[in-house]
């Protein structure tokens, strides 16, 4: 590693960031005519005329809007569009009934899912604080606090620990199988420790830091795989391993066999889930003012697992899951692993300063600038074949959408710039 080489590599996320990620979603997401955000458009960036908005889609685009205002860039118009998001989420999306977002609406803001899915509201959580921490309006932080203790009222399971997924209108746990009462997964216990984090840095309340450290805890002793430290993605309530079911409430499994149940649905852990915690916890033990060292073998053990197994030293990139003991089940890649592993790789090289974390995260740039990224418009592909040829070819939709590459590029800068020490030739 030389100063000069992680320059380069600075400089192409900063043209990036600038000149095509922003400037893709600036110039397009804003709904003039009904408020929130557009998010569903084609490969050549235009608008598909998708009738929805989704709890996910708006919420993360807040989320994306304030924290690329935070982090300076956008002379100010990117708060002023994040305040147009919070403004929809508000009048359009809250509950004011019982409180809470609904999961769907229109176009228009019609209510078509009035559903309570905690996935959505660990969002709500984590842009709402961030939209607050980035322009000062209280509302933002106002209702983060609202979701919180919806969250803990009707979320938290005060028997074995955790949190409840799937409700109804009116908060009343949904059924079993499908619809998801019975399931706790590591993807919403672990978007629950960003939003927990970023909602403790903007409260500063002693509460707030308690779930977040309760929340940690069930990640790292009840959700990782004992002997390898690997994320497993379901669990039944008491906390013993459940088959990967599809729920009828879907938000990341597009690719899911129509069965409903993966091929390996125990043995299988995601690579960009497993790095994404692992960069995450670092970041919530920050804010938190707690020492890493403690967690510095769990830590090294998580990042190494991703580095030897998920990284495709062939032709590129990160492959998307494997089994816990090592190895690969599916070999296609996914934008949004590319844009976590990243950001893991940079976090593990600031951590521990081995050469190996840097080479990786160079691996999966490279990847990510050479094939993913659609110069053409300015986004990612969201599915590509191993080699880099795209699959699907939407530049968004209700899951796909600006959080993870914004986020990816914004934290990239960031740490490149501290890796950036005098001390490098």
Known sequence: ???????EYLKEAQSHLVNELLPFWTSR????????????????????????KSLIAQTRSVYTLSSAHRAGYGEGKLATMA?????????????????????????????TNNQKILYGHSFAVYALSEYTLATGDPRGLEYAEKVFDLIQTFGADTYYGGY?????????????????????TLDVHMHLMEAFTTLCEASGKEVHLRKLQEDINILLNRMLHPEYKTGIPQFHPDWRIAPQIKFDIVWGWDRFSE????????????????????WLLIHALQIMGRETNPYKPLLKKIFDHTLENGIDREY???????????????????????AEV??????????????????????????VFDKVINHQTGEWYPLLTREGTPIWTHMGHSWKINYHTVRAMIQGIKKMKLIKHPSLP
């Open 259 to 278: 069965e409903g149940t993966k091929t390996n649905p125990i043995d299988n852990t995601c690579y960009g889930h497993n790095a994404e915690l692992g």
């Open 316 to 338: 590129g990139g990160v492959f998307v899951e494997g089994p816990h003991a090592g190895g690969v089940y599916d070999r296609e890649k996914e934008f949004w692993q590319q």
């Open 29 to 52: 997401m804003i709904d003039r005519k009904h408020g929130g955000y557009i998010t569903h458009f084609d490969k050549h960036g235009r608008d598909t005329g998708e009738d929805e």
């Open 342 to 367: 990243m950001t893991a790789m940079l976090d593990a090289y600031l951590l521990f300063g081995k050469e190996k974390y840097w080479e990786a995260y160079k691996n999966v740039h490279r990847f």
């Open 1 to 7: 590693m030389t100063k000069k080489e992680v320059t």
């Open 83 to 111: 305040g147009h998001g919070v403004d929809y989420l508000l009048e359009k999306m809250w509950d004011n009934t019982f409180g809470g977002f609904c999961w769907m609406t229109n176009r228009a803001g019609q209510v």
């Open 164 to 184: 409840y997924e799937m409700f109804g209108r009116d908060w009343t746990l949904a059924g079993p199988g499908s619809r998801g009462g019975d399931r706790k």
